[in-house]
């Protein structure tokens, strides 16, 4: 949710893990553009809790774009993200249960076609308010939003990846 015009982008995911989060991210910068800033909770896709100052793979990818990530320190602090989730329950399973839709695939393909758009048509509120994202133009946003890790070479030229040699 846009803090600034209520806007919404909205996915569905089985879990929230790196790979997910990193996928929504991409597609949200392709459609909007690069945000200034990224406020989520202290979940462990975003915040190393063993080493807090160690950038996470959602962390690189923000910091290579220039976005500030900002880390709640309370569940209060999300309360708008909470609010609206009340809303969608209510509107959005409505919607859902109207059209048969029984899968992860098959929601976020309604979201897609058009449940976000109307969504944002009525309660959005962008009037006089300036689009603050950057462009994301001539950006190679898949080489950002991937894993990446760093290894070392060892002296035969392998290097190891989750336990296995490739040379």
Not at 52 to 78: C, D, V, W, Y
Not at 100 to 122: K, V
Not at 143 to 153: A, T, Y
């Amino acid at each position: 949710i846009d803090d600034a015009s209520n806007r919404l982008m909205l996915r569905f995911a089985p879990v929230e893990d790196t790979h997910h989060v990193l996928g929504f991210w991409r597609d949200y910068i392709q459609r909007y553009g690069i945000p200034a800033e990224s406020y989520t909770d202290r979940h462990s896709v975003y915040v190393d809790h063993d080493n807090p100052e160690h950038l996470t793979q959602f962390g690189r990818a923000m910091a290579a774009l220039n976005i500030r990530h900002i880390k709640a320190h309370s569940p209060q602090a999300k309360g708008r993200v909470e609010r609206v989730n009340r809303t969608l329950q209510d509107r959005l399973l409505r919607a859902m249960r109207e059209q048969n839709i029984s899968s992860i695939d098959q929601a976020n393909a309604f979201l897609d076609q058009g449940y976000t758009t109307e969504h944002n048509l009525r309660f959005a509120h962008c009037d006089g308010l300036s689009d603050i994202h950057r462009a994301a133009d001539g950006i190679d946003v898949n080489n950002i939003f991937c894993i990446e890790e760093q290894r070392s070479v060892n002296y035969d030229w392998t290097i190891t990846v989750h336990a296995q040699y490739i040379q």
